[in-house]
């Protein structure tokens, strides 16, 4: 089973090389649309040496945790870096998670909950979001006293359906769980709620974030964790020592530093509600409000919607054989050019 989704996996990796040769514009991984500041590339060289490639990166990345520190407001002992978000979700499955335990996490919402259970040996468990893709907090506490789960998942702003659950709702459900609470804030920029002034108060509750989204280096692998003291000392036992490049590690620091994704944040965000208003408008676009920097919408046949919007050098995410996303395409906020294109053809598509 767990070589079947490999296999198929693999699949979808070359799709996508392929697409990204095709596409001018894309708009379907939730990246930044913008490239680094050219003061950050202008220093590149300095910032390259400084890190000293010859020898082994910190494995505490200690300058970027103190940045990242500041930027959380949390203690900088709370914090563990990965290489991208995903490679603290395996961290999670090697520290915490057995053959056999069961993993809770919300359907739909990101692939890689499912897939690093399984090749972890354990049991997934999806809980269906309800119409429109609310969170149903019940439905969640049910499920956690039945399965008693190592590890539950929540995703807020959840992606792809751009939808949040309150700070309330959380706790709720954090006072459930015996295991862990996983709330994973990738998109947190583009929402701006968060529960880390909750990581005091909850040994269990694990926030995870990334570089790739609003800080906009997506390809150079940089995501972190924020927990108690006990979990972050249990990540570190399974943690491949040198899991963050040296470069990435400076590279994320003078972006942090250089707070150039405040204005690009707020861009992204107008550009959000504006996009959202014009798919409303379209006929036979139904979209669903979002706090994320993407859009998720249903149409009669997202396939050949999907294909359309590629011929006109566009690249959003299908989700093709997902039941709970038939009909879904999810579209990346880009540059007002480039969201400008999408609305233009999506319009001669419908
Ligand atoms: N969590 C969520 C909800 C995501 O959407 C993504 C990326 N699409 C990730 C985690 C992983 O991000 P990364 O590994 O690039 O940090």
Same mark, same amino acid.
Request: aromatic share 10%; net charge neutral.
């Given at each position: ?151 539950? %998942? ?9 939808? #949040?659950?309150? $700070?309330?709702?959380?706790? &709720? /459900? @954090? ?118 920097? %993407? ?9 050949? #919607?999907?294909? $359309?919007?590629?011929?006109? &050098? /566009? @690249? ?35």
């Amino acid at each position: 089973m767990i070589k079947d989704l490999v296999r198929r996996d693999v699949v979808n990796l070359k799709n996508y090389q392929v697409h990204m040769q095709q596409c001018k514009y894309k708009m379907d991984a939730n990246e930044s649309p913008f490239d680094l500041p050219e003061d950050i590339y202008a220093r590149l060289s300095e910032v390259i040496r400084n890190a000293r490639p010859n020898i082994y990166p910190d494995p505490l990345a200690t300058r970027l945790r103190g940045a990242i520190s500041a930027y959380a407001g949390v203690n900088a002992d709370n914090i563990i870096v990965g290489n991208g978000s995903d490679d603290l979700i395996h961290g999670i499955m090697n520290s915490f998670v057995e053959r056999e335990d069961f993993v809770l996490y919300p359907e739909p919402s990101f692939s890689m909950y499912r897939i690093y259970t399984l090749i972890a040996g354990a049991k997934p468990i999806g809980i269906p979001l309800g119409e429109d893709f609310q969170y149903h907090v019940g439905t969640f506490i049910e499920a956690v006293n039945k399965y008693a789960p190592k590890v539950v %998942f929540l995703c807020v702003p959840n992606n792809p359906t751009g939808n #949040v659950l309150s $700070k309330e709702a959380i706790v &709720d /459900i @954090l006072e459930s769980v015996k295991g862990l609470l996983v709330v994973d804030e990738a998109y947190y920029e583009f929402y701006g709620e968060t529960v880390v002034d909750l990581i005091g108060k909850y040994p269990n509750l694990v926030i995870l974030r990334t570089f790739s989204k609003a800080m906009g280096i997506a390809g150079l692998r940089v995501g972190y964790l924020i927990s108690s003291n006990e979990v972050i000392d249990e990540l570190y036992k399974t943690k491949s020592p040198y899991n963050i490049n040296s470069v990435s590690q400076a590279v994320a620091y003078e972006v942090l530093k250089s707070g150039i994704y405040k204005e690009r944040l707020n861009y992204i965000i107008s550009e959000r509600n504006r996009l959202f208003n014009r798919l409303k408008e379209i006929k036979g676009v139904k979209a669903y409000p979002s706090a994320a920097n %993407f859009i998720l919408i249903r149409v009669a046949d997202a396939e050949k #919607v999907h294909q $359309k919007l590629i011929e006109k &050098d /566009i @690249l959003v995410r299908s989700f093709k054989g997902d039941p709970y996303l038939n009909d879904c395409l999810r579209i990346t906020v880009g540059t007002a050019e480039a969201n400008e294109h999408l609305i233009k053809s999506l319009r001669e598509i419908m």
